[in-house]
């Protein structure tokens, strides 16, 4: 048994330092004819640049979200857009306690019949202190979508993704899923047009 509880106390952890996500929320703005918007621009400039270039950030972003809207229909019209796309990204370290403070898993700190040990307790009785905490990445996309016109934002999609702290240079794959995921939440030109009708229809006396 003690063996067993070992297992799994290793695969828990392994598993906490593992990339996961991204966890996606999204709003609109209230009362937006979003049948109105068929095509799109990249904003200028985009809060991924830095100075006056387009950052390697960018560059992926940008390609990933016109690869996402074009198969959705969207047209890339840099010059009369009806919508600019903006982007944010902050990464930032994280450090996950496993003792007394977090532990990833079905774990509960402390022993049956109100006996407190200092330790992480499975439901077993047996307990193991764990030391200090497992450091990972936090990374926050965002995807603002704006009206060309105006420069109101008209939606906006937030991705929250976990990943190990050695893969900061490997945020390609991380960056792709995030925007795929945002943008899904977005709707296409019919999914739009539909709502909108729906809506007018429901409003005729």
Not at 80 to 109: C, E, H, W
Not at 116 to 143: A, Q
Request: glycine residues 10%; neutral net charge.
């Amino acid at each position: 048994m003690r063996r067993f509880l070992l297992l799994f106390f290793t695969f828990v952890l392994l598993g906490g330092c593992a990339a996961t996500g991204p966890e996606i929320h999204s709003q609109r703005r209230s009362g937006t004819d979003f049948s109105a918007y068929r095509s799109f621009a990249f904003f200028s400039p985009l809060g991924t640049d830095q100075a006056e270039y387009a950052s390697l950030i960018s560059q992926q972003l940008k390609a990933e979200t016109r690869q996402a809207l074009e198969a959705r229909d969207y047209r890339y019209a840099p010059d009369a857009p009806d919508m600019l796309i903006n982007f944010t990204l902050a990464i930032r370290k994280q450090t996950a306690y496993s003792y007394p403070y977090y532990f990833p898993g079905s774990v509960f700190y402390g022993g049956f019949g109100g006996r407190r040990h200092r330790g992480v307790g499975v439901g077993f009785g047996y307990h193991f202190p764990l030391g200090g905490g497992t450091r990972y990445l936090e990374s926050i996309l965002g995807i603002d979508i704006i009206d060309a016109k105006t420069k109101d934002v008209l939606w906006e999609g937030r991705a929250k993704s976990h990943l190990p702290d050695t893969d900061r240079e490997n945020l390609e794959p991380l960056l792709k899923t995030a925007v795929e995921k945002i943008l899904a939440q977005y709707p296409s030109p019919e999914e739009a047009a539909s709502k909108d009708g729906e809506h007018a229809s429901s409003a005729q006396p």
